[in-house]
């Protein structure tokens, strides 16, 4: 691959690692790797899901509207969108609400669950963002999301046993796991610091946090059907980071897609 001359403006301004991959056809600013801008999809994204389960938590707590589902002999009460909008074999394939496989992930189980989802949005989005564009970015980031639904549906269906038909399914996590290692295919070399502390490579928390998924799946711990939808978005990831013209065409669906 012919690498373009490299010129003082490249070294001041541009990730040098960009270069060096076959599919980064295009230098990224700096400014990619810093906080999210006020109008990014980043944000965008964050907002609405926390607006999701604010609206949630007021509909279910203070309105009294609610729903639940049976897990076995377990009733599970929820608020009104999780109890429409949550994934499950049940009610996305045998009830043919296929509007699950992307509601899902606006949904989040706890106050934790939301905080380190979009904690990790904010963190690795903005540099998937620059790279891609922000039309492509929202893109990506929910096919992500629905690879999650399709690998934990395939292996729910195939007999493994990492829930039931009835089990709900809800969270950002397939999507960050898409955006993560994105992240990790873009600049693979950038130092993240976990905990604020200790330095590590991108690529490397990508492949931790991929090794722990695969673990927790094959020995059946204790979220291993989250964990399988971690998996199915870090693989639709892998693909669509390989095939960026798709999330071109489907951004730009009967438009013309202006020049990077």
Known sequence: MTQPPRTKQHEIL?????????????????????????????????????AVVVIDWVLWNMLGLEGFVWVGDVRLVM???????????????????????VTFQFLHGNLQHLVFNMLALYFFGPLVEAYLRSRQFVVYYILCGVGGAAFYLI???????????????????AGIFGILVASALIAPHAMVYVLGV?????????????????????????????????????????LLMRKTDWLEKIAWVGKRAPPF
């Open 14 to 50: 541009f990730d040098e690692d960009l270069e060096d991959r076959d599919y980064a056809n295009r230098l990224l600013p700096r400014s990619a790797y810093r906080s999210p801008r006020f109008r990014s999809a980043t944000l965008w994204l964050i907002a609405a899901c926390i």
């Open 79 to 101: 608020g009104p969108l999780q109890y429409f909008g949550h994934f499950s074999q049940y009610f996305a394939i045998e009830r043919l609400q296929v509007w699950r496989f």
């Open 155 to 173: 292996l729910l269906m195939l007999g493994y046993r990492i829930g039931t038909p009835t089990v709900p399914l809800v969270g950002a996590s």
């Open 198 to 238: 200790f330095p590590l490579r991108l690529v490397t928390l990508a492949y931790f946090f991929i090794i722990f998924a695969v673990l927790q799946v094959l020995f059946l711990g204790a979220n291993a059907g989250g964990e399988a939808a971690h998996l199915g978005g870090a693989a639709a990831g892998v």
